[in-house]
């Protein structure tokens, strides 16, 4: 079992709507969790980055972390067609030297004009 | 603010030879992290330099290297390549070392191995 699943997709949905993009993790110890967004040929780019669980909200983003579940959720409202691109979860354990960023395989997301 | 750099952004090389990428962070940045991204494998940590120091290094065989200078610039180095090496390789800066600071990533060298 990986650390962290993330559902490949690819997801499409028309023009305006909610998106709901999610990630699933294994590692309790995980206590920094990132979105990042990363267009066709281009590196990923930091969307969201939260610590611990609760719900942090970046104009039309809202990243929601639930440590209990083991389950971190980004919502993207009004969604345009420039937000397709592949969205790739992140998280680590923090500080210490031997901890790493793990990330998820990516979400390919199409936003339908 | 200039974002992270990255040279070359392609590069073409034979089974066997060995390649060199860089890496130049963002101004102030002092910690700066590799990856490898590949369609099967997805983004894997190669390691992690801070002032200089390898902090941390990922299941990656020794033919994968990497140095920091002074400067926090870095450099990557694959010796004799293979095939499965090709792939996007992926810098990334952040203030301070380990993973509680906010990484931000360049444009990637794009590696092709023949």
């Known amino acids: 079992q990986k650390e962290v699943e993330q559902d490949p997709g690819p997801l499409s949905v028309p023009e305006g709507a909610i998106v709901s993009l999610n990630c699933t993790y294994s590692?309790?110890?995980?206590?920094?969790f990132m979105w990042y967004r990363q267009y066709s040929r281009k590196g990923p780019e930091l969307l969201m980055y939260t610590y611990s669980s609760g719900n942090k909200e970046d104009g039309r983003f809202t990243a929601q972390v639930d440590k209990s579940s083991k389950y971190i959720s980004l919502f993207i409202r009004d969604s345009q067609p420039s937000d397709s691109a592949t969205y790739l979860c992140a998280m680590s354990g923090g500080y210490s030297s031997a901890s790493k960023i793990i990330f998820g395989s990516g979400t390919r997301l199409s936003i339908r004009p | 603010k200039a974002g992270v750099t990255q040279t070359p952004r392609y590069l073409i090389k034979t089974r066997g030879q060995q390649v060199t990428l860089s890496c130049s962070p963002i101004?102030?940045?002092?910690?700066v992290s590799w990856y490898q991204q590949t369609p099967g494998q997805g983004l894997q940590f190669l390691f992690e330099?801070?002032?200089?120091?390898?902090?941390n290094k990922g299941n990656f065989p020794g033919r994968f290297s990497g140095r920091q200078f002074s400067n926090s610039r870095s450099e990557m180095n694959v010796s004799t390549l293979e095939l499965g090496d090709s792939a996007l390789y992926l810098c990334?800066?952040?203030?301070?070392?380990?993973?509680?600071?906010?990484?931000?990533f360049g444009p990637g060298t794009r590696l092709t191995v023949t």
């Open positions: 590692n309790s110890a995980f206590q920094y």
């Open positions: 330099y801070f002032s200089e120091t390898q902090r």
């Open positions: 990334a800066s952040s203030l301070g070392p380990g993973t509680g600071s906010e990484q931000y």
């Open positions: 101004s102030g940045h002092r910690s």
